[in-house]
């Protein structure tokens, strides 16, 4: 009686509780792996998914709306962009989008993280073969490093982007167009060592059609003498007689006497220097000023080397170093430079002249323009944000980013033109004003009529387009004015009148 109640036990028992299986050895591991891989590449796609399926379907639920969520918020903003690209730019130029995209991100790289963990872990690696947890190990690092790793690096940039433009760009009101145009001074300044504070020796203005964005891009050489100011400027007060001492007046120095002499100006004036210089070209172009970009040359070699340098085709030798002491030079032919070889091939005097080396740093600031595509500016934007600190000033407040960039756009999108107040077009040294005035005009009135031509076109089909493209290539071919430059000391072989002789940018 009692064995047979014994054995009762015994099989109730063994009913009860059941016998423990080791799946690493009796599973399918063909199923165990692909189920294991399955769970991250869900994971990848829709995070949190794999935790819906098999895991915390509370954690996965939460993670699946807030993926949607920026998803939708992405596709907002495009269509936003698609309808009105200046609306969009408005929003994504502004300082607290850029603060609560950067919290988006680091969240979402955090989320990601833990996301793809669980998803290992719900995946029971130790199901798996050794070669197969292994590999299984790998997959999740990478992972680990290519999406929540990237995810916080575009917060990093983020960041740095909101900083860059609360330090750089000002808070103030956005200028209004001045007949149909913004005219945007563009300095380059060398605060170099061995030189007396910073002179802009490149001085260029940008007069963009605030409709179409096209350009046309004004030069003015340093050297330039004679300048009589605008009556009722603050210079013209100053100096009722002009910038009018001969070889010791010349438009670059114009920033250091406004420095050195900051007590003559009106109370409240930021920078004098930049006060008589945009006055002076003011004058000079007869076209009224909204905004400046200065760049300060000293600092443009850290810039070019976080960019990963500049491909440019280099027609004549130039040397590095001064005249007295050259220490190298950059070889004609396409070449790759750096940011210390960048910045000789626009600074470099030595055995050219000052209109040459005009063309020379026009060519760099366009190589810069044409290779800073979208993806090398967010692949590098962290060394770019580091090295443009100190580098750029302007007056260009946050308010007018979206205008601008809108405009930038356009801009990009067509042939900028060029004229350069250099010989063969005048003589900086003596010349008439009121030629420099008409050549304004005209360059501005052929570039509004380009515009009015090329909507013609558009509306009368793609035939008067290619009829159109040969005329231009036609006078393209025309003969070129050769500089002639009888100032003492200069170059009278130099044709500085076209950029294609001296370098072009790739």
């Not at 730019?89 to 989008?97: A, M």
């Not at 950067?102 to 963990?117: C, E, I, P, T």
């Not at 100006?265 to 007869?286: H, I, N, Y």
Request: net charge neutral.
């Amino acid at each position: 009686m009692g064995s047979q109640s014994g054995s009762a036990v015994l099989d109730r028992t063994a009913t009860e509780a059941p016998i423990r299986v080791d799946t690493r050895t009796t599973g399918d591991p063909r199923r165990d792996r692909r189920r294991a891989y399955a769970l991250l590449g869900l994971t990848v796609v829709l995070p949190g998914s794999a935790q819906l399926a098999v895991g915390n379907p509370t954690l996965g639920r939460f993670a699946l709306r807030g993926w949607f969520g920026v998803w939708a918020g992405a596709a907002l903003l495009g269509l936003l962009a698609v309808v009105n690209r200046t609306a969009a730019l408005t929003v994504i130029t502004h300082r607290w989008f850029l603060a609560v995209l950067q919290v988006v991100l680091f969240a979402m790289a955090a989320l990601w993280l833990g996301l793809l963990v669980d998803a290992w872990r719900i995946g029971r690696p130790d199901r798996l073969a050794r070669t197969d947890r292994r590999r299984l190990l790998v997959a999740l690092v990478v992972l680990l490093v290519i999406l929540p790793g990237g995810t916080a690096y575009a917060g990093v940039n983020v960041g740095a982007a909101r900083t860059a433009m609360t330090s750089v760009f000002g808070a103030g009101d956005a200028a209004g167009a001045v007949d149909g145009r913004f005219n945007i001074l563009l300095l380059g300044g060398d605060s170099g060592r061995g030189r007396e504070g910073l002179r802009p020796d490149s001085i260029q203005l940008a007069s963009v059609d605030a409709e179409t964005g096209r350009a046309v891009l004004f030069g003015f050489s340093r050297e330039t003498e004679h300048i009589t100011f605008r009556p009722g400027s603050v210079m013209a007060g100053l100096m009722p007689q002009g910038w009018t001492c001969g070889d010791e007046c010349l438009l670059n120095g114009l920033y250091t006497w406004g420095r050195d002499h900051t007590e003559e100006f009106p109370a409240g004036t930021k920078d004098p220097g930049l006060l008589a210089t945009t006055e002076a070209v003011e004058a000079l172009s007869g076209l009224d000023i909204q905004y400046h970009v200065l760049v300060d040359l000293k600092g443009f070699r850290s810039l070019v080397d976080a960019v990963g340098g500049l491909d440019i085709t280099v027609q004549r030798r130039t040397p590095i170093g001064s005249q007295a002491n050259i220490k190298g030079w950059i070889e004609a032919g396409e070449r790759h430079l750096d940011g210390h070889d960048a910045l000789w091939y626009a600074r470099s005097r030595a055995n050219s002249t000052n209109y040459e080396r005009m063309a020379r740093q026009r060519c760099v600031v366009t190589a810069m323009i044409r290779q800073l595509d979208p993806q090398t500016v967010v692949l590098n934007f962290g060394d770019i944000a580091n090295a443009t600190k100190g580098v750029f000033q302007t007056d260009i407040p946050q308010g007018a980013l979206a205008t601008l960039g809108d405009l930038a756009v356009k801009t990009k999108q067509q042939k900028i033109t060029s004229v350069n107040f250099v010989p063969p077009l005048i003589k900086p040294w003596d010349y008439d004003p009121a030629v420099v005035h008409a050549a304004v005009d005209k360059a501005i009135a052929r570039s509004e009529q380009a515009d009015e031509k090329a909507a013609e076109e558009r509306a009368a089909g793609p035939e008067a387009s290619t009829a159109s493209g040969g005329g231009a290539k036609a006078s393209a071919t025309e003969p070129k004015k050769q500089a002639v430059m009888d100032r003492p000391g200069s170059d009278p072989d130099a044709d500085t009148s076209d950029l294609a002789s001296v370098c072009s940018a790739g």
